[in-house]
């Protein structure tokens, strides 16, 4: 079964920083894609960035410069590093995975993705 649980949220003041980490089981991890994923203030689910099991990343225009995607294979882990966060950061954030294997660009949708995390809030004060 497989379970994704994220962690690493919390409450910063703009300009700070924050690590989420993304903790995968039952799976195997270093065959699959995975992603970063926020609710807008209208509710609708924004990609915030994307990562291959090659290491090939991509990142809304909104967080370039500022996050980063990574992915550790042995840990079964997976990191956004948040810095120069904003207001406009503030959102639940959830961990998802592309369980089906294959080679595809990285557009940041969710209807590519078929495992979700419950996820981690972040609110980031002015």
């Known amino acids: 079964q497989v379970q994704l649980v994220e962690s690493g949220g919390g409450s910063v003041q703009s300009g700070g920083s924050l690590r989420l980490s993304c903790e995968a089981s039952?799976?195997?991890?270093?065959?699959?894609?995975m992603g970063w994923f926020r609710q807008t203030p209208t509710k609708k689910r924004e990609g915030v960035a994307e990562?291959?099991?090659?290491?090939?990343?991509m990142y809304a225009d909104s967080v370039k410069g500022r996050f980063t995607i990574s992915r550790d294979n042995v840990k079964n882990t997976l990191y956004l590093q948040m810095n120069i966060l904003k207001p406009e950061d503030t959102s639940m954030y959830y961990c998802a995975l592309d369980r089906r294997g294959i080679r595809r660009f990285l557009l940041l949708r969710p209807t590519d993705f078929g495992d979700w995390g419950q996820g981690t809030q972040v609110t980031v004060s002015s």
């Open positions: 039952g799976v195997s991890f270093s065959n699959y894609n």
């Open positions: 990562i291959d099991f090659e290491g090939h990343t």
